[in-house]
């Protein structure tokens, strides 16, 4: 691809994107893909709103500064949103980390969910926890289990980057008939997820979660430009099919 080619396309999509957003400003109805997993995840928010105990969120072992950067921000969006009905309500979200540079994030969310609530006295340094460093995963598996054994928590929900430690939690909360919600881009932790919960976010789907939970003009016209361009993907590769049978 020549660089004009490359500006053009950029250009294409920007004003796509820019007519999108004003689609959906203006009122017109945007269709999104359903979640299953989502409608599970904002049913979680509910039980635990109505029990009056808390959700407790793990944010994984992803670093902000490494590959899985994008991951670990997704899965912080999630809990921004989580965490203004959980303080709204008086039962601040429990949040464990695995990652050095997520503690700072947590914490930082759930101070802002406070202080929007008018509640910033309530705000605890044992509502965030650093549990164990990426590099022993199966330590922090171990560590967050054992949190889910001591605390009374309505809801497990589990968002970033994982690994086969993933079992260990999940497993966790399974023998205390905790639900759990999951939602992560890694194959082998994705693997264990459908095994242990239906309520699955499978890549894609766990970066697209903040869009339906927030519900941002700017979110649902960048989802929808998404399909849009996986549409145009799809019938390419079909018309190539079909081209080169005939």
């Known amino acids: ?8 396309v950029i250009l294409v999509l ?9 689609s959906v400003r203006a009122g017109r109805t945007a269709v999104l893909r359903p979640l299953i997993s989502f409608q599970g995840l ?21 670093s902000l500064v ?24 008086g039962t601040p979200s429990l949040v464990t980390v695995g990652d050095g540079t997520l503690l700072p994030l947590a914490q930082g ?4 969910a406070l202080a929007q609530v008018r509640r910033p006295g309530d705000f605890d340094l044992s509502l965030t926890q650093f549990v164990a460093h990426n590099t022993d995963p199966f330590a922090y598996g171990g560590g967050v289990a054992t949190l889910l054994q001591q605390q009374r928590v309505a809801s497990n929900i589990m968002m970033g980057r994982f ?3 993933l079992a260990i939690i999940a497993e966790a909360a399974n023998r205390q008939n905790i ?12 693997a264990v ?28 016209a960048s989802l929808q430009l998404q399909d849009i361009l996986r549409w145009i993907v799809v019938l390419f590769i079909l018309g190539t099919a079909v081209y080169q049978l005939i």
């Not at 691809?1 to 053009?8: D, S, V, W």
């Not at 928010?45 to 029990?51: D, H, N, P």
């Not at 997704?74 to 809990?79: D, G, K, Q, R």
């Open 179 to 190: 639900d759990q919600v999951i939602g992560t881009d890694d194959p082998t932790a994705l």
């Open 14 to 22: 920007g004003l796509l994107l820019f007519l999108l957003t004003r």
């Open 1 to 8: 691809m020549t660089p004009i080619i490359i500006l053009a």
């Open 163 to 165: 690994g086969p430690e």
């Open 66 to 89: 490494g590959r899985a950067n994008p991951t670990s921000v997704s899965a912080a969006a999630v809990l921004d949103n989580l965490a203004k009905d959980g303080c709204a309500n």
């Open 193 to 220: 997820a459908v095994a242990a919960t239906e309520d699955v976010l499978i890549g894609e789907e766990l970066f697209a979660t903040n869009a339906y939970l927030e519900g941002k003009a700017s979110q649902i």
């Open 42 to 62: 904002t049913e979680q928010i509910g039980r635990a709103i109505e029990s009056g105990r808390q959700l407790h969120l793990t944010l994984g072992q992803g």
């Open 109 to 112: 969310s759930l101070q802002h």
